[in-house]
């Protein structure tokens, strides 16, 4: 099964990106700050998803450091925010909130397959 790295600081929005994922098959690892997804980003995960503006280390952030630790590894980001700077220069694909569970599945598992 493969693991996904889900970093949110919105419980809700966390809870349901969790439901949405473990319902199309994926093991999910959720963390709900930057810190916590920093930590957690050294899990054996297969994808992580990070929200851009968190609190502690911000997505992008994360992302950039993940770049450099694991290259190989897909990461998505999420904001809430268009034309957002931190995902301007973004080498990763942007997921603009609100989004619904099937558009969030579906990049999942394009950029897994």
């Known amino acids: 099964m493969r693991r996904v790295l889900v970093a949110e600081d919105d419980r809700g929005l966390a809870e349901l990106i969790r439901v949405a994922l473990e319902q199309a098959g994926y093991e999910v690892v959720l963390a709900y700050s930057g810190y916590d997804a920093w930590a957690a980003s050294g899990a054996e995960v297969d994808l992580a998803i990070l929200d851009v503006l ?29 034309g957002s700077a931190f995902t301007s220069g973004a080498r990763a694909p942007v997921l603009r909130k609100p989004f619904s569970p099937e558009r969030l599945v579906e990049q999942v598992e394009r950029l897994l397959d």
């Open 54 to 82: 968190m609190p502690g280390i911000s997505g992008d952030a994360i992302a950039e450091d993940l770049a450099r630790a694991r290259p190989g590894l897909p990461v998505i980001l999420m904001t809430g925010q268009s």
